[in-house]
């Protein structure tokens, strides 16, 4: 159902995939919006190692929304930073995922309120920020569950 990378050389074993999106904070999630185009918007993510889905907060209305509510079919693509290497100062390698499946929105308000905590601890352990924000933004917020139903990773070498 999903292609192979063209560039097999270069893809990540399942496990540096994991590594990645437990680490890395942000990425951008592509659905299918208004009219057919497609519709790009980074968003911070929570990468749950246990049952092996990503979790993310929206508003509880809006263009990504409506897009999800359509066609749960979605992809997200994470990016690290990268590095210089072998003394190239123009050239990064870098590393990259992309998860494609399918978006819910949780339906457990509790559980929502926990994730959000969680994803809000990838960014401060500042625990008074995070109650303040989970108490005044929580009944404001949802929280999105992606199930992957393909993950692939890539090293990247710009030179």
């Known amino acids: 159902m999903f292609r192979k990378m063209r560039r097999f050389k270069q893809q990540l074993p399942a496990e540096e995939c994991i590594e990645i999106l437990t680490r890395e904070k942000r990425g951008v999630l592509s659905v299918l919006g208004d009219n057919?185009?497609?519709?790009?918007?980074?968003?911070?993510?929570?990468?749950?190692?246990e049952n092996?889905?990503?979790?993310?907060?929206?508003?509880?209305?809006?263009?990504?929304?409506?897009?999800i509510r359509a066609c749960d079919k979605v992809s997200y693509c994470i990016m690290g930073e990268g590095r210089h290497e072998d003394?190239?100062?123009?050239?990064?390698?870098?590393?990259?995922?992309?998860?494609?499946?399918?978006?819910?929105?949780?339906?457990?308000?509790?559980?929502?309120?926990?994730?959000?905590?969680?994803l809000g601890e990838k960014f401060t352990?500042?625990?008074?920020y995070l109650d303040h924000e989970v108490q005044h933004a929580g009944p404001r917020m949802l929280m999105l569950e992606l199930t992957p139903e393909h993950i692939t990773g890539k090293r990247v070498n710009e030179s």
Request: aromatic residues 14%.
């Open 52 to 67: 092996g889905k990503l979790y993310f907060h929206c508003a509880m209305a809006g263009h990504k929304l409506d897009a």
């Open 87 to 118: 003394g190239v100062s123009w050239s990064l390698t870098y590393h990259s995922v992309i998860v494609f499946g399918r978006m819910k929105v949780l339906d457990d308000h509790e559980t929502a309120l926990h994730l959000a905590r969680l």
């Open 125 to 128: 352990q500042d625990a008074s």
């Open 36 to 49: 057919g185009y497609p519709y790009g918007v980074p968003l911070n993510h929570y990468y749950n190692a």
